[in-house]
């Protein structure tokens, strides 16, 4: 059973950036492939941002080159650092294994406006 908690969102202005964090616990960390996703209002979730047991990334078109996904495997911990926001990055963020286990944590609420 994994369990999982996000940290790090709130507001900020366009242009600006945040680093999203996620703790996971109750299973093995460092085997498992992660990823970041987010909902925007009256949307459906959405994968962002992925990373390999390895270390292999990859990323949605719209974030590409503005996203980093990166994990700490001695921290239990996957990061997402988000540079050059936009309106449209607005949504609640979550972590989850890949594929996605059922038990999604809480999210994180990210807030891109002037």
């Known amino acids: 059973q994994v369990q999982l908690v996000e940290s790090g969102g709130g507001l900020v202005q366009p242009g600006g950036s945040l680093r999203l964090s996620c703790v996971a616990s109750g299973s093995i960390f460092s085997a498992k492939a992660m990823g970041w996703y987010r909902q925007a209002p009256g949307k459906q979730r959405e994968l962002v941002a992925r990373i390999s047991s390895g270390g292999v990334t990859d990323y949605v078109d719209s974030v590409k080159g503005r996203f980093t996904i990166s994990r700490d495997n001695a921290k239990d911990t996957v990061y997402l650092q988000m540079n050059s926001l936009k309106p449209e990055d607005t949504a609640v963020y979550y972590c989850?294994?890949?594929?996605?286990?059922?038990?999604w944590g809480q999210g994180t609420r990210v807030t891109v406006s002037s």
């Open positions: 989850n294994v890949l594929p996605p286990n059922p038990n």
